[in-house]
């Protein structure tokens, strides 16, 4: 139990365009998800808390308005990286949560590259 | 601000070596903590976890971690490792009484055959 998928896994764009990644909670609901950045060889940077029906939370230094995140149900978050830029290609990985509960589930991750 | 250490950034080891990795976190109230694991080319994994209790935390294919709370310390143990052990391995923190999770830099354990 406890699958959280994303879609797609690898994505590459050009510049100034933008890609949305799906972030699923597959077989349970998921209160909150989270969205992360890791960056080649170092570790997981929060990027934003996303609760459904609300408007997400993001981190200190994360520009809302070029990762844009919608949690429009229980099962499923999105993040728009638009006018997507070089510099973020990354590795973007979300996570979900249960209602209650401080376990974090995580997604496979989507390779970004923009050219 | 919190924060999260792993002081091994790589680590070689032969098979059936013992494996402890170190996990320090700046938090002084209530945590919950995590160890995770990823695979090359997977998705992070869960060892094990801490929320209270015991301090001593048996997890998945023979981990352990134990919490020292005077040391703020949540130390990642394995007797004796295994080629496929090879893989990067986070320490998470949650603190605060938030859900955020606050990472450590991630140890890449590479175990030789």
């Known amino acids: 139990g406890a699958v959280v998928s994303q879609h797609p896994s690898r994505v590459i764009c050009k510049s100034g365009t933008s890609v949305k990644i799906e972030c699923r909670s597959l077989d349970f609901q998921a209160t909150t998800m989270f969205w992360y950045r890791q960056f080649p060889k170092q570790s997981l940077m929060l990027m934003a808390t996303s609760n459904e029906g609300s408007k997400a939370t993001y981190e200190q230094g994360v520009e809302k308005d070029k990762f844009l995140i919608n949690h429009a149900s229980l099962t499923l978050s999105t993040l728009t990286v638009t006018s997507a830029h070089p510099e973020d290609s990354s590795f973007y990985i979300c996570?979900?949560?249960?209602?209650?509960?401080?376990?974090?589930?995580f997604g496979p991750g989507t390779r970004l590259t923009v050219t | 601000a919190q924060s999260v250490s792993q002081h091994n950034h790589h680590v070689i080891l032969s098979e059936a070596a013992s494996l402890e990795l170190g996990c320090n976190y700046s938090?002084?109230?209530?945590?919950?903590l995590f160890w995770y694991v990823q695979y090359p080319g997977q998705h992070l994994q869960l060892l094990l976890k801490y929320f209270s209790g015991d301090p001593l935390v048996k997890g998945i294919k023979g981990f352990e971690a134990e919490f020292i709370k005077s040391k703020f310390s949540f130390n990642l143990r394995k007797p004796s490792v295994q080629w496929s052990d090879t893989a990067e391995y986070f320490c998470?923190?949650?603190?605060?009484?938030?859900?955020?999770?606050?990472f450590g830099t991630g140890t890449r354990l590479k175990v030789l055959a």
């Open positions: 996570s979900a949560r249960l209602r209650s509960s401080y376990e974090q589930y």
């Open positions: 938090y002084g109230g209530t945590v919950n």
């Open positions: 998470a923190v949650n603190a605060g009484g938030t859900y955020k999770y606050i």
